[in-house]
């Protein structure tokens, strides 16, 4: 053969792998457990926290309601109470003084006066 036709391949370097390189190669489960139990333990706590948001809405909303109590069932007894307040409301005017609460009421304005 003449020595410019043969032109040799190079040959790529093939050397053995050893067999602990190989077991390296293999993935074990534990990653993807550990990493989906954190996920779930996010979601535990974030449904945790948006529920008691909504209980603290719910009781914000219950305090600012004032209570009201029942109606009582006998108009009679309501119409007595209001005609009591009524007759105590008209004995409160005829003892008080209107001359008195216009004195009052004068001294109070001229006290503002003087301090302006």
Known sequence: M???QYTPTPQPNTTPVPQ??????????VGSIIGTV????ILIFGGLYFW???????????????FIPAEQSNDT????TSLD????IEADLQTSDPSMFESDTSADMKSIENQL
């Open 2 to 4: 003449d020595p410019q």
């Open 52 to 66: 008691g948001a909504q209980l603290e809405k719910e009781q914000a909303q219950n305090d600012q309601l004032p």
């Open 85 to 88: 307040q009524v007759a105590d």
């Open 77 to 80: 007894a309501s119409a007595d």
């Open 20 to 29: 602990a390189m190989l077991s390296e190669k293999k993935s074990s489960p």
């Open 38 to 41: 954190i996920v779930i333990i």
